[in-house]
């Protein structure tokens, strides 16, 4: 912050009864959610509008947000889930050819709350330690009762009907001339619409609830099941018409997409510690042997034993922790991976999956066009 | 993939001696290499002449050649040790080119020798322009446009091809004669015809200028299976077309957004793809800043300056993994050194902004250009970590030890607008400085930005520092303003000064109030993984993470950036106090803010501390650790200078008393130990004024040598003549005060002698004896000492013995010790005292394999050196000859005078050594760079003093066949003594004058002897540029010449005719 304002204070509480004080920026509001943090160094314009943190009050370890301002081309969604953002220095005076505004003002107008100057590294190795916890951002220039906002922190339960919040609720197409691909939103990021686009793909996107008759109703060449918040078993109905496609059209899967494909055929999730997040975090490819670095945002992980029992095998896994990061299945032409191709932000190693995905498309109606 | 198993033995090539572009950073880059092998369980064999680095410590590497990197010497070490494969990435240029060398020579397949790591076929296109180019052009990169011009039309038909501004360099032109940049019509026709006159061949390159963009660098690594990582990106703060180690740099990106960010990774990880780099490389991209244009300004395909840099900014090891992936380790099979729960295969999360200022040897080279450009000039840099921009930079401010503690500069009052924008303009080392000024005076940033082309973004950061400065000045004592101005990284100095109080009550007052510091771990992932690197920064934020451990600590004080006069001897004397601390069994914490050196590498010292070495900074560390004590003998004059303020707060100096470092360091309470001891120095005395100065001038006699009291490096040392010198001297050279007075002494001519000592307080140890080659007047870092004397007499050396003695017990020396001696009519003098470590203990230490820094060291723990296991005394000489040569950088110094004197100018070191002094000699010679030739010409203009010396020197080459070239002047008197003179005119004369002769390699040698007194001599100036830019051994001492003429004579054989029979009547 420059010399001469002075912002209204504002307290970040946590549910273990840790306080931290700080600046309000954004909006005047408070709000309760999970407390995460990603270690990524650029993108916190994608992260912000990345409607997997929905709900959820996103920490930058990265101690210098807002830099390069916030611009019109690099959102994930048009509206924002994410509940709060905390930062260490935010930046007033953005310069980038690109930015149209700060990032206070943007997260003003969309009702954000933020709060600026508290130990980001401190908070994070609470994190890292206890796991993710719940917190709340206080009204800006509010005095608190910590006593009551923890008390009112443990018993508030986290809302579970989050993809619903993100998701759209009637389907629209992106028209392309190349393979029809019906994509599921599950609170999906533009960066996946994109690259099916670049790839000129005929694209109808529907809503999280539609059904398995519904979609292969649209003829789809493939389906896309695309990120989104929350945790898998939140939406049963959703793994039931993931059952109903698996086996009838090739599938590819990023992030939630990935553990609904997971749990469609028999394997089973768990929460992590403080989850994945960030762009820095190596998937090896155990089909190629080799590493990649991968954007990844998940808090939720497919028990990479409870595998052994489905007809997947596992494709891709975190080189640091071992945990499952992609699978395929044995027979049907499906794959699909827990971490973010698209980058969108972060690394674009494995851009390559979506050229996969056509393939796989391509393969599939060759093999129909040599049966008919 | 496994480790290569059908190697045994690995010859490293070190970079040798350290010169401006090439420093420290390969000490650390080599060592860690070499750890790194062997711990693989290779045999390792090291080839390097330098020296001064840990690298060439016998414990490094199996076997340590400290020979010259030129191919006949390496050629001979790889028959004699026949490696399996050669490592040459790790030794900057130096080494690259020396395996280019060897692969062209044939020697690697004649004994099927590989070259591991990156292919000598990737090494050329990365570093052939063309070769570049053409490999850019396939990959679909832009390069800046560029073409080889013959005329003006040619020219002319580039720029409307492409558009204005063009870069001219005019081609086989050194440094660039002749080049500019065009922004029109007018310019292009005037530099594009100045540029084709001064090329011989009559050529130009012309190139689109990019500068203004972005400079932005990539350091990436890949490994033979094609895993490839960024380790860091860099934002140079300084706009494209000044070198990015010539400029201030931050890590990570600023003011790039993740799409410009990504797109920038992609192409970085594309070419060392393409390139198929085993190991680390270098990418530097220049960005539009208005578009997402960019392009690929250049690729190291080589661990490099940046990586050091990257290595120390993220706490991830480049040099170490590089050396392992060339023996066929994979980064995703390779743990993470900082986490070791985490593989090597990721890109470090920074949670912290790091910002690097580089150290430019201007204070010593006043007549230098300080201009900043393609040319790098900084000897060293500094280095910070901060939660902030601003308190990142302010905490590298303070770290330079330029006399800056803020973005503020002496005398601002007096400099013009006019001035300031200049120095804005046309960037030099002090422009941060100037801008911190133009804040000050209104100026606005938009103006300032399009001045200097640095981005707002930084500008703003700037302003808001230069804002936050009336905020302090009017609110004295509070609080919150207080800790505000901390987290923005003011030094307590600066704050002192708005509150016109001292420096201690500001300390006191936060420490009262609770506003210290907190350390902040470097671990490579922002706090994700748990991590027990020893690795901090101090931060202004709540939680602390650095524990004081139960062990019992000692703090050693590093000595801050490499510059003139404190080089990388002073690293390697820290690094060994720190391991001799482990061994005596205490913990052993090193404060340093270099990031260039083996010091600052996290797995030597138990705990680092990256932090500026300034009396707060160090004593917030003291505060937390609460040490047995501090070491300052080992961090040169950067530590030493910090003694008197830290006994001040009570902080233990172990080793030598500050008061005993005063009575050696002032001059009054020498000149009284000295006489209390009994040892003869040259008359002398100190002034604090003009007046005084020429009073105690005319009483001791001209000459007089005179200098500042506490420098290092002979920093403004001169030899004066006359009065009016001496009053020049006085009100231009040196701010003499009470505090610092100015010391004059007698000018003794004669042999200087060095001597390095260690005392436990008891007895003395005198590892041995150095003789220097040139005579006193020459700075001793800027002669070639040899080792054993060769010309003293025993009962001067036992002189010497027993001086030192004294003066070592006299002045309660605990710990090191180093005396300069003058032998002149017959008679020991000592010049100088200097109670610390010095340049020459890793010379001395690595031939007489006394670990001279150990044994310090642990004789300052209590341990006496009987019972170190070692003699007291003057050590049995080592069998040989060994010369320590100095180097310069003087090709890359424009405009310096390259001539000897009082003053250090050399950046480095080699040694040479063999079984006699002429091969030693010889060795040193080569090593340092000089071509020796057997016969040619010398061209002489010497002095009127040095004349009949010269004659004899000019004897002797004549003798060996060598033909003498000279003005009319020195020509007169060599002729007379019946030697053939070929008579060259002087500088502006019509004929063939001295220049042309320079020009055309006409001569092997130049020796210039300066007239005597500091009067521009402008002739002279002349000749010794001219001899520099056209690689020509200039000598300026006429000792340097002898000893170079006594290696010629024992290379060659002389004749003689046959003395005519006479016929008897």
Not at chain 2, 72 to 92: C, H, M, N, Q, W
Not at chain 2, 761 to 782: C, T
Request: charged share 25%.
């Amino acid at each position: 912050m420059a010399g001469g304002e002075r912002m209204k204070t504002r307290y970040l509480i946590l549910e273990d009864g840790t306080v931290f004080k700080g600046n309000a920026f954004g909006s005047e509001e408070g709000t309760i959610g999970e407390v995460i943090f990603t270690t990524a160094m650029t993108g916190y314009q994608e992260s912000i509008s990345d409607p997997s943190n929905c709900g959820q009050i996103l920490t930058f370890t990265y101690p210098m947000v807002g830099n390069y301002g916030v611009n019109p081309d690099d959102f994930e969604a048009i509206e924002i889930g994410l509940s709060g953002v905390v930062v260490r220095e935010l930046a007033e005076q953005p310069s980038n050819f690109r930015s149209a505004g700060t990032l206070s003002e943007f997260l003003a107008a969309k009702n954000v709350p933020g709060i600026e100057g508290i130990d980001t590294r401190k908070l994070t190795r609470i994190i890292r330690k206890h796991g993710s916890l719940k917190g709340q951002l206080t009204k800006a220039g509010e005095e608190v009762k910590v006593e009551e906002i923890v008390q009112t922190l443990k018993s508030t339960k986290i809302p579970r009907n989050v993809v619903e919040q993100v998701s759209i609720t009637r389907p629209y197409p992106s028209p392309g001339r190349g393979k029809r691909v019906v994509l599921v939103d599950f609170g999906m990021k533009h960066g996946i619409l994109r690259e099916l686009n670049k790839r000129d793909c005929d694209i109808i996107v529907v809503p999280y609830n539609t059904s398995a008759k519904e979609i292969l109703g649209l003829y789809p060449d493939g389906v896309m099941l695309s990120n989104g918040p929350g945790d898998p078993t939140d939406i049963p109905d959703a793994i039931e018409m993931v059952k109903g496609i698996i086996g009838k059209v090739p599938i590819f899967g990023v992030c939630l997409g990935h553990q609904l494909i997971s749990l469609a055929s028999g394997a089973t999730s768990f929460k992590l510690k403080f989850g994945h997040r960030g762009g820095n975090h190596p998937v090896k490819d155990l089909t190629t042997g080799r590493t990649e670095l991968t954007s990844q945002n998940h808090g939720y992980a497919i028990d990479a034993d409870s595998i052994a029992n489905t007809d997947l095998e596992i494709t891709h896994v975190a080189l640091n922790d071992g945990t499952v990061e992609g699978v395929r299945h044995k027979k049907f032409p499906v794959f699909c991976v827990q971490f973010h191709p698209e980058g969108s932000s972060g690394p674009e190693d494995s851009i390559h999956l979506f050229d996969q995905f056509i393939e796989l498309m391509n393969a599939v109606s060759k093999k129909e066009n040599l049966h008919a | 993939m496994p480790k290569r198993k059908d190697i045994e033995t690995i010859l490293v090539i070190g970079s040798g001696p350290i010169v401006i572009g090439q420093a420290a950073e390969f000490d650390y880059a080599g060592t860690q290499a070499c750890i790194s092998l062997k711990e693989e369980g290779y045999r390792v064999i090291l080839v390097n002449s330098n020296p001064a680095t840990i690298m060439t410590d016998t414990e490094i590497a199996d076997k340590v050649y400290i020979e010259p990197i030129t191919l006949p010497f390496v050629s001979k070490i790889i028959r004699k040790e026949r490696p399996d494969a050669i490592l040459p990435t790790l030794g900057g240029q130096t080494g690259l080119n020396m395996a280019i060398q060897l692969d062209e020579s044939g020697i690697l397949d004649e004994l099927g020798i590989e070259i591991l790591g990156t292919k000598l076929e990737a090494i050329h296109k990365a570093e052939d322009r063309d070769l570049f180019r053409t490999l850019m052009n396939e990959l679909n990169e832009p390069v800046p446009e560029s073409d080889i011009i013959h005329n003006l039309e040619e020219a002319k038909t580039f720029v409307e091809r492409i558009g204005y501004p063009v870069i001219v360099r005019p081609a086989f032109t050194l440094g660039g004669t002749g080049g500019g940049i065009c922004h029109n019509d007018a310019d292009l026709l005037e530099i594009v015809t100045s540029g084709l006159k001064y090329s011989p061949v009559t050529q130009c390159l012309l190139e689109k200028s990019i500068a203004g963009y972005k400079e932005i660098e990539y350091e990436v690594m890949r490994d033979s299976a094609d895993n490839a990582i960024v380790v860091c990106n860099m934002e140079n703060v300084d706009a494209v077309g000044i070198h990015t180690g010539d400029s201030i740099v931050v890590a990570p990106t600023q003011t790039l957004s993740d799409r410009e960010n990504q797109m920038l990774r992609n192409v970085s990880l594309k070419i060392i793809r393409a390139l198929k780099i085993e190991g680390g490389c270098n990418v530097q991209l220049a960005l539009d800043p208005d578009s997402f244009n960019y392009y690929i300004i250049e690729v190291n395909p080589r661990v490099s300056r940046s990586s050091a840099l990257a290595s120390k900014a993220t706490g991830y090891p480049i040099a170490k993994l590089a050396a392992k992936i060339a023996v066929g380790l994979t980064l995703d099979e390779m743990m993470n050194p900082v986490t070791e729960k985490t593989y090597a295969c990721f890109e470090p999360a920074l949670d912290y902004i790091v910002a690097k200022i580089p150290r430019w040897p201007f204070d010593k080279f006043e007549s230098a250009k300080r201009n900043l450009g393609t040319q790098m000039k900084a000897t060293g840099e500094v280095m910070s970590l901060g939660r902030t921009f601003e308190e990142a930079i302010l905490k590298s401010v303070r770290s330079l030890e330029t006399g800056h503690f803020h973005l503020e500069m002496k005398n601002s009052e007096s400099i013009t607008d006019e001035w300031m924008k200049k120095r804005i303009k046309r960037a030099g080392d002090e422009r941060l400085f100037f801008i911190g000024e133009a804040l000050r005076r209104g100026v606005s940033v938009e103006q300032i930005h399009e001045w200097s082309q640095i981005d707002v973004f930084f500008l703003n950061k700037l302003q808001n520092i230069v804002q936050y400065e009336k905020v302090i000045q009017e609110n004295p004592f509070d609080k919150e303003v207080l800790y505000k101005a901390k987290r923005m990284g003011f030094a307590d100095k600066t704050i002192a000064k708005y509150w016109d109080v001292t420096e201690i009550e500001v300390y006191n007052f936060k420490k009262e109030h609770g506003i210290i510091p907190v350390y902040k771990m470097v671990d490579t992932c922002a706090g994700e993984f748990e991590s027990e690197t020893p690795y901090f920064y101090g931060t202004y934020e709540e939680e602390n993470e650095s524990i004081r451990s139960e062990k019992e600590s000692v703090i050693v004080l590093g000595s801050g950036p490499i510059r003139i006069g404190q080089g990388v001897e002073f690293d390697y004397a820290t690094v060994h106090s720190v391991w001799a601390i482990k061994e005596a069994g205490y913990e052993a914490i090193i404060i340093n803010n270099n990031p260039e050196t083996v010091s600052t590498d996290f797995s030597i010292s138990d705990k680092l501390y990256f932090e500026p070495l300034t009396i707060e900074d160090v004593m917030h560390i003291v505060d937390l650790e609460k040490p047995k004590g501090v070491v300052v003998q080992f961090g040169g004059q950067t530590a030493i200078n910090l003694a008197d303020a830290l006994e001040e707060r009570g902080v233990k100096i172990l080793g030598t008393t500050l008061e005993d470092i005063d009575r050696a360091e002032n001059r009054n309470k020498f000149e009284a130990a000295l006489h209390e001891i009994g040892i003869p120095q040259p008359l002398g005395k100190t002034a604090v004024s003009v007046k005084e100065a020429v009073v105690i001038a005319d009483e001791i006699g001209y000459p007089v040598l005179v200098r500042p009291s506490y420098v290092l490096g002979g920093r403004a040392m001169q030899i004066v003549y006359n009065e009016d010198e001496i009053k020049h001297y006085m009100e231009n050279a040196v701010e003499a005060s009470p505090e610092k007075p100015v010391l004059i002494d007698r000018y003794l001519t004669g042999t200087e002698v060095e001597v390095d000592a260690i005392c436990d307080g008891e007895n003395v140890l005198i590892p041995g004896i150095m003789e220097h080659i040139e005579r006193a007047g020459v700075h001793s870092g800027d002669s070639i000492a040899v080792y054993p004397p060769q010309k003293l007499s025993q009962k001067h050396i036992d002189t010497l013995v027993d001086y030192t003695t004294r003066l070592a017990k006299g002045l309660n020396i605990v710990g090191l010790m180093n005396i300069q001696y003058v032998i002149s009519n017959d008679e020991v003098y000592v010049i100088e005292v200097n109670p610390r470590s010095s340049r020459t203990v890793p010379f001395l230490s690595k031939i007489t394999s006394i670990p001279m820094a150990n044994i310090a060291t642990k004789a300052i723990l209590g341990q006496s050196i009987v019972q170190q296991g070692y003699k007291t005394g003057l050590a049995p000489n080592s069998p040989g000859v060994y010369v320590k040569v100095p180097v310069f950088s003087f090709a890359k110094l424009r405009r310096v005078d390259i001539t000897l004197g009082p003053e250090m100018k050399s950046t480095g070191e080699v040694m040479g050594k063999d079984i006699t002094l002429e091969k030693a000699l010889y060795k040193g010679l080569v090593a340092a760079g000089m071509e020796i030739k057997d016969h040619g010409s010398v061209l002489m203009t010497i002095s009127d003093k040095d004349k009949e010396e010269a004659t004899e020197i000019a004897k002797r080459f004549y003798n060996i066949g060598f033909r003498i070239i000279a003005t009319e002047g020195t020509a007169d008197i060599i002729q007379k003594a019946g030697i053939p003179v070929d008579i060259v005119d002087k500088i502006g004369s019509k004929g063939t004058t001295i220049l042309d002769v320079i020009q055309k390699g006409n001569a092997q040698f130049v020796i210039n002897t300066l007239t005597k007194g500091m009067q521009p001599e402008r002739d002279g100036f002349r000749i010794r540029r001219e001899s520099v830019e056209n690689g020509i051994p200039c000598l300026t001492s006429l000792d340097t010449a002898e000893a170079m003429l006594r290696v010629i004579e024992s290379m060659t054989f002389s004749t003689e005719i046959m003395q005519k029979q006479e016929v008897r009547a």
